[in-house]
């Protein structure tokens, strides 16, 4: 597997963003495999799901320059999830989301937080995005907590792909430097 640091794209201190491969479906298997953590999904996870999973990001990156990344604990090389930004159709607008897949016996590190921090700076310097959000299901409230902590607030509740969902936003102001997070 590819763990490398010049493989990030994003580089936090505990963690390496890089895109995803396919030989990354079976430790990400565990997490989109497991029920518990994927319980606000219609379902787990199976390999032919987690594979069609990879390809889709992998697709997202040629096609936009971005997608949700591989996580990659950087003291071991293990992946532990994913991160990124996803464009999504919300009402009929399209909207970038910070999304953020942790394996769950790593829930309640800061894993999220920390990665989701580093999609959300590089949202905004790298790809030069005005606005970030995290459409986060109602009862989710571990995700509700990171889309908080990284400085997102909640703007409104709709139903959004048959589920009750929060979206959370945030925007980069204009005298915001590009390199410091937000307040």
Not at 95 to 103: A, I, L, Q
Request: charged share 25%.
């Amino acid at each position: 597997m590819k763990n490398n640091r010049e493989d990030a794209v994003i580089e936090t201190q505990l963690l390496l963003l890089r895109e995803m491969t396919p030989d990354d479906a079976p430790a990400l298997l565990k997490v989109f495999g497991d029920a518990e953590a994927m319980r606000h999904y219609p379902a787990a996870f199976d390999e032919a799901r987690m594979q069609a999973w990879v390809t889709w990001n992998r697709r997202s990156y040629e096609t936009r320059g971005h997608g949700l990344w591989t996580m990659v604990l950087r003291a071991t090389g293990e992946v532990v999830g994913d991160c990124g930004l996803v464009r999504q159709q919300l009402e009929g607008v399209e909207e970038v989301e910070v999304g953020y897949h942790v394996r769950r016996d790593l829930w309640g590190q800061g894993l999220a937080t920390e990665a989701a921090l580093g999609c959300l700076r590089y949202g905004f310097t790298t790809l030069n995005f005005r606005r970030l959000v995290s459409l986060i299901h109602l009862l989710n409230m571990p995700s509700r907590r990171v889309a908080e902590k990284i400085g997102m607030t909640l703007q409104r509740e709709v139903e959004w792909k048959s589920k009750p969902t929060c979206i959370y936003e945030i925007e980069r102001s204009a005298t915001q430097d590009p390199n410091q997070p937000p307040p």
